[in-house]
């Protein structure tokens, strides 16, 4: 019997009149709401007995955010195992040397061995281990152009640039308005680098997350009653060498680590 994998084959089991008689303010959110088990199909007034009788039970578990990405750094690190790391450190702007691929990431030593296994003075979790892994992999080796350009014009980073701006630049934001000692930190923690402010910006900082991966931080300092703003850029060949997801995963897990540091200063 087929199995219901997402919310949207469930909400194909619907009439999609947002009748609102399950107590939902949509369809969608009732098929959302069953998915993750929530909710239970025969809750919806509307649904054919015969279509409740045969799906329910059959619902495939969603996972949470942490078991997918536990799957996911499983999956790269047995791709890890047939990778040349001598040809992916040329490849990817590496060293190797003792069997490992080894690079700077936030400023610090990076190393990777032929397992898979990490070694480096930086916290690893899954949110770092996902796109170091992944550029290992699939990273295309493409030169940075030195051209900059917002997330939402990279490869598939238009469907991802809200969730962007809100888990990513929004909080950064934030940290930059409260936190006086933020760009310095930048500059010193991460081995930020200064640059002439690009965009007309107040301040611009770029971040060598990975070797072909740089981020450009453009902050603008409120200014005749106009709120300031921050915006995050990346060289216009990111995409080839991080897919968009990995490279999402890279900033937000980035900012959760900025934000810690922050709260050891008092910044909420």
């Given at each position: ?74 999956a790269l690190k047995e791709k890890i195992q047939s990778i040349d ?114 965009f007309d910006s107040d301040i611009s900082i770029v971040l060598q997350?990975l070797p072909l991966v740089p981020m450009l931080v453009c902050y ?49």
């Open positions: 019997m087929t199995k219901l994998k997402t919310t949207m084959d469930i909400y194909k089991l619907l009439d999609h009149s947002n009748c609102r008689e399950c107590g939902e303010k949509a369809c969608l959110a009732f098929a959302a709401g069953v998915f993750k088990g929530k909710r239970q199909l025969a809750e919806c007034p509307r649904l054919d007995p015969s279509i409740i009788e045969k799906y329910t039970g059959n619902i495939q578990k969603a996972q949470s955010i942490e078991e997918d990405m536990a799957d996911k750094v499983v790391l001598s040809e992916a450190a040329f490849r990817l702007g590496g060293r190797f040397s003792e069997g490992r691929l080894n690079f700077r990431i936030f400023g610090k030593e990076f190393g990777v061995d032929p397992a898979g296994r990490f070694y480096t003075e930086i916290h690893v979790n899954p949110w770092l281990m996902i796109p170091v892994l992944y550029y290992i992999v699939e990273g295309g080796g493409t030169p940075a152009s030195g051209q900059w350009a917002p997330f939402r014009e990279l490869k598939g980073g238009m469907i991802r640039n809200p969730l962007f701006q809100q888990r990513c630049e929004k909080p950064l934001k934030h940290l930059a308005d409260e936190y006086t000692d933020f760009f310095k930190d930048l500059l010193d923690i991460f081995d930020g680098r200064q640059v002439d402010n690009l997350f603008w300092k409120p200014d005749e009653g106009l709120e300031s703003t921050l915006n995050l850029f990346f060289d216009a060949t990111a995409a080839d060498n991080l897919d968009i997801d990995s490279l999402y995963t890279l900033v937000a897990g980035f900012v959760h680590m900025f934000e810690k540091i922050a709260a050891r200063h008092g910044v909420k």
